[in-house]
């Protein structure tokens, strides 16, 4: 996806996959090579905040910094993923007023309710460790809520940040169809293109988000912070597409049987 973008904008740039078993072997070929940026995944985007030299106030207040941009050998931390959850729903419904339900305490999570609460909604949680959630509600202002609850409760959205549903990740669904009493149902998971949760939502005719909109709208906010210019986001979104659907076809195809030999007589 940004590779396309580079090419698309005539960046003079390439984007490669790092992998780091921990965060100082990181920052210490970052230092060494002159990379310009980095999108930082989990486990690293709460760890790497202490190495940063500033933050933009979305990252300090969540905690968490997924876009790093080093100027003058310093590095500055930055979070697009609540633009990735926030933008695709503002598209839909205004987020002032809102009731909106999150599912998770993690990282995605956190962006997903600092987001929402900026926005000026009125969050709830749900996490299968109630501490977790207990301890984002009370810093972000949100309420948590039990299972029990939901389907007596209705929502403007619901929004999902656990990775139940991706694409080798088990676990039973976290949601039943009686308790999508909402408007509209954002899975943050892109990988299968319809997840369980989507899938039941569309049962219901309820309106979906797909996970791909969130990550081409988090990568679309990098290629921004990294570039300057502005992301070709209609390319970026058709080459995730075509790459996920690949991918499926790929899985799906099943081996051809093997060819039988005659014995020589």
């Known amino acids: 996806m940004m590779n396309t973008a580079f090419r698309r904008e005539t960046v003079n740039a390439v984007y490669l996959a790092l992998q780091a078993n921990k965060l100082s072997d990181l920052l210490k070929l970052v230092h060494e090579i002159p990379i310009q940026g980095l999108s930082v ?21 969540i905690g968490a910094c997924n876009t790093v941009l080093r100027q003058d050998g310093k590095l500055y931390g930055f979070n697009t993923d609540v633009a ?10 205004s987020l002032r007023g809102a009731k909106a339900l999150v599912l998770g305490a993690g990282g995605a999570a956190r962006a997903a309710v600092f987001g929402m609460r900026d926005k000026g909604a009125d969050v709830f ?63 943050l998971v892109y990988n299968p293109l319809e997840t369980p949760l989507l899938r039941l939502a569309r049962q219901q005719s309820i309106p979906i988000i ?31 597409i075509h790459s996920l659907r690949q991918q499926a076809e790929s899985a799906t195809e099943t081996p051809a049987p093997p060819a039988k030999t005659k014995k020589a007589s």
């Open 84 to 93: 990735g959850i926030t933008g695709p729903i503002e598209k839909r419904m």
């Open 125 to 187: 949680i749900l996490n299968r460790t109630a501490e977790t959630a207990q301890k984002l509600a009370k810093q972000s202002g949100s309420k948590t809520i039990k299972k029990d609850a939901l389907a007596k409760t209705t929502f403007d959205v619901i929004v999902n940040a656990t990775p139940i549903g991706m694409t080798g990740i088990k676990g039973a669904p976290i949601l039943e169809a009686a308790d999508l009493n909402t408007k509209l149902v954002f899975d």
């Open 210 to 240: 797909t996970g791909i909109e969130m990550f081409v709208q988090q990568g679309a906010r990098q290629f921004e912070i990294f570039t300057g210019k502005p992301a070709p986001e209609e390319e970026m979104l058709r080459v995730v």
């Open 41 to 61: 995944t989990m486990p690293l985007k709460q760890e790497i905040m202490a190495h940063l030299e500033k933050t933009d106030p979305l990252s300090a207040k």
